[in-house]
């Protein structure tokens, strides 16, 4: 995965309420800063973004938040795809 940059826009998957009320959904977000904990190895970037999410209610800041590009679990992000 290639690092991403400040101002990008990326999808925040939403957890959800656990009686299932509000499903887990993808939620649009932008990239407000990016930290690396560790260097990249090739062209595969490790690291954490902190995020700013927008949603119907409103927006919401969330700090290291984690990638899962296959899986989109709750409280992750991912790319946007095509």
């Known amino acids: 995965m290639q690092k991403p940059y400040i101002g990008q826009i990326v999808h925040y998957q939403s957890y959800g309420t656990p009686g299932g009320e509000y499903p887990s959904v993808c939620r649009a977000a932008i990239v ?3 930290d690396e904990y560790q260097p990249p190895v090739g062209d595969t970037w490790f690291g954490h973004v902190n995020l700013v999410v927008l949603n119907p209610e409103g927006m919401f800041f ?3 938040v984690l990638q ?3 899986e989109c679990r709750g409280g992750t992000w991912h790319m946007v795809h095509p």
């Open 32 to 34: 407000a800063a990016v």
């Open 68 to 70: 899962d590009q296959h």
């Open 62 to 64: 969330n700090r290291g």
